[in-house]
């Protein structure tokens, strides 16, 4: 006799919350990794970002443990929180870009929230097309801050996008770029 019919088609990591990461080596994790791109493969295991997890959290495609306890997703968010002040417009964001169909990937290292591909692209197989910046509707952003931020996506060569979430977290998009005389 067949086990439940709806957990064969289904998917589900197993991860762990060790210090600031969220990491699994399950099989599952790997097969997600290459279909679509959630996670980074760091030896044998993969590695996600915080709001990467948190968004297979709420998908029902990830499971975290933490000294072999069960995390709940409000228990894990407080604990991210406490890093991340901006971690719950970040998953807005990222929930609303991955269910729309893009590839969306930390990016520090442009001094940026995210970097975001292009639909049907890979990261590896060519560039992000954007880099982008979260605020809440009620932040502010000075012309220095919004000067520095273009400017970063410039010297980049991506576009600048920046994403406000409002008071019903509904999330709209602005995207700059240099207009050439």
């Keep these: 006799m067949l086990k439940n019919p709806l957990r064969l088609n289904r998917l589900?990591?197993?991860a762990y919350f060790t210090g600031d990461k969220i990491s699994s080596n399950s099989g599952d994790a790997f097969s997600l990794n290459e279909k679509s791109s959630f996670?980074?493969?760091?030896?044998?295991?993969?590695e996600y970002a915080l709001v990467e997890a948190l968004f297979l959290i709420e998908e029902k495609k990830m499971h975290v443990f933490s000294n072999k306890k069960s995390l709940k997703l409000d228990d894990l968010v407080k604990k991210i929180k406490k890093k991340d002040?901006?971690?719950k417009t970040k998953i807005y964001v990222f929930s609303d870009l991955r269910k729309r169909g893009y590839i969306v990937k930390t990016a520090l290292k442009?001094?940026?929230e995210f970097r975001i591909y292009e639909k049907g692209i890979k990261p590896g197989e060519n560039h992000a097309r954007w880099i982008l910046y979260t605020s809440n509707e009620h932040d502010v952003l000075s012309w220095h801050d919004f000067a520095a931020k273009n400017r970063v996506a410039h010297s980049t060569k991506k576009k600048l996008l920046i994403a406000v979430v409002d008071d019903e977290?509904?999330?709209s998009y602005y995207e700059?770029?240099?207009l050439k005389p």
């Design 12 to 14: 589900m990591i197993i």
């Design 39 to 46: 996670g980074e493969k760091m030896g044998e295991k993969i």
């Design 85 to 87: 002040k901006k971690i």
């Design 110 to 112: 442009f001094g940026a």
């Design 169 to 171: 977290s509904d999330v």
């Design 176 to 178: 700059v770029s240099w």
